[in-house]
């Protein structure tokens, strides 16, 4: 799977998807560290990304893009350490994979995952 970081969130769960074979970005890598959100969406289109972030903005300029792409993962944690944004990616990505690929908005909670599909 293809995914962009958001600034909040480790370049060491960047490191950890690419070690589990997936190709992942994170903003800083590209010099997109102050880039808006809505341009950072379109890079997600445009590369076909699952944005993966903590800030619920993503969720509603998709919304109302009407569009299914892209798919993002929003982090609705008390606990933002890399090491729990891991065990939950790991976790969970695989149950969902086949939506994120369609196009899907995931919120990740400590004790479960909500997924709504695109567009709506």
């Not at 480790?10 to 997936?22: D, N, P």
């Not at 808006?36 to 990304?49: G, H, S, V």
């Not at 729990?84 to 909670?109: Q, R, V, W, Y």
Request: proline share 4%.
């Amino acid at each position: 799977m293809r995914f962009l970081a958001d600034m909040p969130i480790s370049r060491s769960t960047v490191k950890h998807l690419q070690s589990k074979g997936h190709n992942a970005l994170h903003l800083l890598d590209l010099n997109m560290g102050r880039a808006k959100d809505k341009d950072i969406a379109k890079l997600a289109i445009a590369e076909k990304r699952i944005l993966l972030t903590m800030d619920l903005d993503f969720a509603s300029i998709v919304a109302l893009s009407k569009s299914a792409l892209p798919s993002v993962i929003i982090f609705r944690l008390r606990n933002n350490r890399p090491i729990t944004i891991n065990n939950l990616l790991d976790k969970n990505l695989s149950k969902i994979a086949p939506e994120l690929k369609k196009g899907a908005i995931a919120i990740f909670e400590e004790n479960r995952v909500r997924l709504r599909k695109l567009p709506f």
